[in-house]
């Protein structure tokens, strides 16, 4: 809760910081670490041509199978960002056995292009059906950092 305060504190003190979008889909190890189940994701975050924290918005989508009854499938608006790429997400379930919304903090980092790993996702659900609920690890996938058009 302290840190869902402070997070709130530094919110409404940031502006719209670098002007840019991020897009990112793939996956990562679930939750579960006795599984060898993926966790799978897709999101698109536009920051340019943001005069306000208000106006940056995006979507996010989530589900992981193994971890929850009938799974964590979540999906809903990306509505800021902060510094290091840290996103509020106001989610609603999609699992029928954990109906509600809550919020969550994701993370999402460009590793670059090459053969290696091209992303690091970080989920932390503050509250809602799935409290409690974390994962991270490297994506299988891409997440993608894309400049501004100057138009």
């Keep these: 809760m302290l ?10 003190l ?3 910081l670098e002007p840019a979008k991020y897009t990112g889909g793939g996956s990562l190890d679930s939750a579960v670490a006795e599984c ?5 994701f897709g999101f698109v975050f536009n920051g340019c041509g943001c005069e306000s924290i208000d106006e940056a918005r995006g979507k996010f989508n989530y589900i ?14 990306i509505y ?11 989610y609603r379930s999609t699992n029928p056995r954990a109906r509600g919304e809550g919020l969550a ?3 999402f ?10 992303g690091y996702l970080t ?17 299988e996938g891409n997440i993608q950092y894309h400049e501004c058009d100057d138009d």
């Design 109 to 118: 980092t460009d590793l670059g292009e090459g053969n290696g790993e091209h």
């Design 36 to 40: 060898d189940e993926k966790a799978n």
């Design 80 to 90: 800021d960002i902060l510094p290091n790429n840290v996103v509020w997400v106001a």
């Design 3 to 12: 840190f869902a305060l402070f997070i709130g504190a530094v919110l409404l």
């Design 14 to 16: 940031s502006g719209c």
């Design 105 to 107: 903090i994701v993370t």
């Design 64 to 77: 992981d199978m193994a971890a929850w009854d009938g799974g964590v499938k979540m999906n809903g608006e």
């Design 123 to 139: 989920v932390e659900v503050l509250d809602g059906p799935y409290e409690g609920y974390e994962n991270q690890g490297l994506v």
